[in-house]
């Protein structure tokens, strides 16, 4: 399976295990560590959905984050090719190449609307820069925020600049760029989440936030919220997206899969906690709704930002490494579909610019959603889906739907269709028994129930 015969592709393998690591973690790390993770959490009641998130991390998360990069290492190419020839080579149908598919379909319909939230970070660089955050009030951080949303021309800008940024990156190989620039990157975002919280804890309202964070409070936590934390997990870790099965592609034998897929799952995870630990305070502090939505670190961190020596500088920062946080994740959501159409002859830079047009036509409509179409629900005849705009729906049909599908699907490879004596050769003796019940049972089992709770 290892065969690199197809037309034109000599990928490069990373250099190391810690340039791997590095990548995946860029990957992983990203808007749903420091947006989505602190939104989502606010609005599903806190402790009981952070620790139900911190389970499916543990027992589902990186189980499937093994496979997939035990997959993309077997098989050597895009994720469609991938699934297609690992499947082949274990004497079964070539179909299923339809998990890459709905991988690296969710990984184009999450990066037309990531590139958009991505792209607030930059008009937030430009206002800290100027030092307009000093001293302000909650309620005139939430009104910059919705002038923001309000100005479709303003979106579709830094929409525009964000998109290239990543076709940039994609066009010239993700090896090239990502090694450097990651390597310094997380350890500064690192640093600037510990400043944060060391000033939440100023506040005085640490406390408050501590407990909302972790005291779980089952009653407030219903099925759908469940769903939401499963999502999240696959979400936050890149999986079901075609991204770590395609960086896979380019990991040396000799790395050990499971000590790299730990590693990567407890740095995004610590990347979220620390995000949590930043936001909640100042939320409690200012009165501020925790249930805020997507808008929540944009209105809450000025006000944190604002108040601190030293703010402008800070804000600056902070804005600037979360930018290249979504920078180093959407290259990679872009990448399986790159690495596809490699494969299919089209040269890297078409692909690359081909794709992340296209990606960019499909979010222009989320750019209308917050603002012109924020009334329209094409969906609303579905009760799940009252409500809920373009942008809403893109996001629920990945997470909630499309990603624990394509996990389940992977969890039934690996552990039912593949042979465990191949798995094995990859995932090396220590680790691959425990691996393999999970893949076989927990990961499957665990998806369904939660899809039956949701649907029924
Ligand atoms: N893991 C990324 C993030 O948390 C998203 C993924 C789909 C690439 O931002």
Same mark, same amino acid.
């Given at each position: 399976?290892?065969?690199?015969?197809?037309?034109?592709?000599?990928?490069?393998?990373?250099?190391?295990?810690?340039?791997?690591?590095?990548?995946?973690?860029?990957?992983?790390?990203?808007?749903?560590?420091?947006?989505?993770?602190?939104?989502?959490?606010?609005?599903?009641?806190?402790?009981?959905?952070?620790?139900?998130?911190?389970?499916?991390?543990?027992?589902?998360?990186?189980?499937?984050?093994?496979?997939?990069?035990?997959?993309?290492?077997?098989?050597?190419?895009?994720?469609?090719?991938?699934?297609?020839?690992?499947?082949?080579?274990?004497?079964?149908?070539?179909?299923?190449?339809?998990?890459?598919?709905?991988?690296?379909?969710?990984?184009?319909?999450?990066?037309?609307?990531?590139?958009?939230?991505?792209?607030?970070?930059?008009?937030?660089?430009?206002?800290?820069?100027?030092?307009?955050?000093?001293?302000?009030?909650?309620?005139?951080?939430?009104?910059?925020?919705?002038?923001?949303?309000?100005?479709?021309?303003?979106?579709?800008?830094?929409?525009?600049?964000?998109?290239?940024?990543?076709?940039?990156?994609?066009?010239?190989?993700?090896?090239?760029?990502?090694?450097?620039?990651?390597?310094?990157?997380?350890?500064?975002?690192?640093?600037?989440?510990?400043?944060?919280?060391?000033?939440?804890?100023?506040?005085?309202?640490?406390?408050?936030?501590?407990?909302?964070?972790?005291?779980?409070?089952?009653?407030?936590?219903?099925?759908?919220?469940?769903?939401?934390?499963?999502?999240?997990?696959?979400?936050?870790?890149?999986?079901?997206?075609?991204?770590?099965?395609?960086?896979?592609?380019?990991?040396?034998?000799?790395?050990?899969?499971?000590?790299?897929?730990?590693?990567?799952?407890?740095?995004?995870?610590?990347?979220?906690?620390?995000?949590?630990?930043?936001?909640?305070?100042? !939320?409690?502090?200012?009165?501020?709704?925790?249930?805020?939505?997507?808008?929540?670190?944009?209105?809450?961190?000025?006000?944190?930002?604002?108040?601190?020596?030293?703010?402008?500088?800070?804000?600056?920062?902070?804005?600037?490494?979360?930018?290249?946080?979504?920078?180093?994740?959407?290259?990679?959501?872009?990448?399986?579909?790159?690495?596809?159409?490699?494969?299919?002859?089209?040269?890297?830079?078409?692909?690359? !610019?081909?794709?992340?047009?296209?990606?960019?036509? !499909?979010?222009?409509?989320?750019?209308?959603?917050?603002?012109?179409?924020?009334?329209?629900?094409?969906?609303?005849?579905?009760?799940?889906?009252?409500?809920?705009?373009?942008?809403?729906?893109?996001?629920?049909?990945?997470?909630?739907?499309?990603?624990?599908?394509?996990?389940?699907?992977?969890?039934?490879?690996?552990?039912?269709?593949?042979?465990?004596?191949?798995?094995?050769?990859?995932?090396?003796?220590?680790?691959?028994?425990?691996?393999?019940? !999970?893949?076989?049972?927990?990961?499957?089992?665990?998806?369904?129930?939660?899809?039956?709770?949701?649907?029924?």
């Amino acid at each position: 399976v290892q065969g690199k015969e197809s037309a034109g592709v000599t990928p490069a393998l990373w250099s190391s295990r810690f340039v791997f690591i590095m990548a995946a973690v860029g990957s992983a790390v990203g808007l749903g560590n420091i947006w989505k993770f602190p939104y989502i959490t606010g609005q599903n009641g806190g402790g009981a959905f952070v620790l139900v998130y911190l389970i499916c991390i543990a027992i589902i998360g990186i189980p499937i984050m093994m496979s997939e990069v035990m997959l993309g290492r077997r098989g050597g190419k895009s994720p469609i090719g991938t699934m297609g020839a690992v499947a082949a080579a274990e004497g079964r149908s070539r179909n299923w190449a339809g998990v890459g598919i709905m991988a690296t379909l969710a990984a184009f319909l999450i990066l037309s609307f990531y590139s958009v939230i991505a792209g607030w970070t930059m008009p937030y660089i430009v206002e800290a820069a100027k030092g307009g955050f000093a001293g302000i009030a909650a309620e005139d951080s939430g009104a910059m925020f919705g002038g923001l949303l309000a100005s479709p021309g303003q979106l579709l800008l830094w929409h525009s600049v964000f998109m290239g940024l990543t076709v940039l990156v994609s066009a010239g190989g993700v090896k090239h760029g990502l090694e450097r620039a990651v390597s310094w990157l997380m350890p500064a975002l690192f640093v600037l989440l510990l400043i944060l919280v060391g000033y939440a804890m100023t506040t005085g309202h640490f406390g408050e936030a501590l407990v909302f964070l972790f005291r779980p409070d089952f009653s407030s936590l219903t099925a759908e919220s469940i769903l939401v934390a499963l999502g999240h997990a696959f979400f936050t870790l890149s999986l079901a997206s075609g991204a770590m099965m395609a960086y896979g592609a380019y990991l040396k034998k000799d790395v050990s899969i499971a000590r790299t897929s730990f590693t990567v799952a407890i740095m995004d995870v610590c990347v979220a906690l620390l995000a949590g630990l930043a936001i909640f305070p100042v !939320v409690f502090a200012h009165g501020l709704q925790p249930g805020e939505g997507p808008g929540l670190i944009f209105v809450t961190l000025p006000v944190a930002f604002g108040q601190m020596p030293g703010g402008g500088f800070f804000a600056t920062l902070f804005f600037v490494l979360l930018l290249f946080a979504a920078w180093t994740s959407s290259i990679s959501m872009l990448e399986s579909l790159v690495r596809f159409l490699e494969e299919k002859g089209v040269g890297r830079v078409k692909a690359a !610019v081909g794709g992340g047009l296209a990606a960019w036509l !499909v979010g222009i409509t989320t750019v209308l959603s917050l603002n012109l179409w924020s009334d329209f629900a094409p969906l609303a005849m579905f009760e799940r889906f009252e409500g809920k705009t373009l942008f809403d729906i893109y996001d629920y049909l990945t997470a909630n739907i499309m990603m624990p599908l394509g996990a389940l699907l992977t969890a039934i490879f690996v552990g039912w269709v593949m042979k465990p004596e191949h798995s094995a050769a990859e995932l090396g003796g220590q680790w691959h028994a425990l691996w393999h019940a !999970v893949v076989r049972y927990v990961t499957p089992i665990g998806v369904l129930v939660i899809f039956y709770f949701n649907l029924f």
